[in-house]
């Protein structure tokens, strides 16, 4: 089974800052890498996926990098409607994993 | 637009059953792999379950394998989640998710707005 593991736990950035959260896979996943956000009292929303695609009306200033064990998002100039949790989740044939989270918090 | 509108939560004894629902529309239902995600109070997501869109192939977590049971039907647009011998640690809310299209696997790209379940006595 794939482990993912994001960092930091807990990020706190002042508006307009920009942000980079990480996410590692115990074990190649390729690309297979999605990242969503999450805000209290709702679902989660998919953000990237395939590690560098934005999924449909995602802002540009959400970007996804990396490949194998190392992933990464860039959230550039970080608006107030962006704190929020964020997971990381591997998806291979036949488990889906999810990383712990980040909450970015305004500092 | 896509709809994913779950039912069925509430509370139920250890050792009880429940059975979930999640009523799809704004898509071709019939077409999508459908699965089913948890998360426990003020805790992460879990993924729970998996069904191809034949209903052919199914898979779970391990944490569930035996307890839980997932299946759809494509006339009613309908995915279902029959949960047995519930225990306390299967306390959250659970969602519905379709998945991106392409070939598998592939992450979720619409979630419903989730349904609470509490195995408390």
């Known amino acids: 089974e794939t482990v993912m593991t994001q960092s930091p736990a807990t990020l706190s950035v002042s508006p307009g800052e920009g942000a980079t959260l990480s996410c590692r896979a115990s074990?190649?996943?390729?690309?297979?890498l999605a990242w969503y956000q999450q805000k209290p009292g709702q679902a989660p929303r998919l953000l990237i996926y395939?590690?560098?695609t934005r999924a449909t009306g995602v802002p540009a200033r959400f970007s996804g990098s990396g490949s194998g064990t190392e992933f990464t998002l860039t959230i550039t100039s970080l608006q107030s409607e962006d704190f929020a949790v964020y997971f990381c989740?591997?998806?291979?044939?036949?488990?889906?994993?999810f990383g712990q989270g980040t909450k970015v918090e305004i500092k | 637009q896509v709809q994913l509108v779950e039912s069925g939560g509430g509370v139920v004894q250890p050792g009880g059953s429940l059975r979930l629902s999640c009523a799809a529309s704004?898509?071709?239902?019939?077409?999508?792999?459908m699965h089913w995600v948890r998360q426990a109070p003020g805790k992460g997501l879990e993924w729970v379950a998996y069904?191809?869109?034949?209903?052919?192939?199914?898979f779970y977590a391990d944490s569930v394998k035996g307890r839980f049971t997932i299946s759809r039907d494509n006339l009613k647009n309908t995915v279902y989640l029959q949960m047995n011998s519930l225990r306390p640690d299967d306390t959250a809310v659970y969602y519905c998710?379709?998945?991106?299209?392409?070939?598998?696997?592939?992450?979720?790209?619409?979630w419903g707005q989730g349904t609470l379940v509490t195995v408390s006595s």
């Open positions: 074990q190649s996943i390729n690309n297979n």
């Open positions: 998710a379709k998945v991106v299209p392409g070939d598998p696997p592939q992450p979720f790209d619409q």
């Open positions: 704004g898509f071709t239902f019939s077409s999508y792999a």
């Open positions: 989740q591997g998806y291979q044939k036949w488990l889906w994993t």
């Open positions: 395939g590690a560098s």
């Open positions: 069904i191809q869109w034949s209903g052919e192939y199914k």
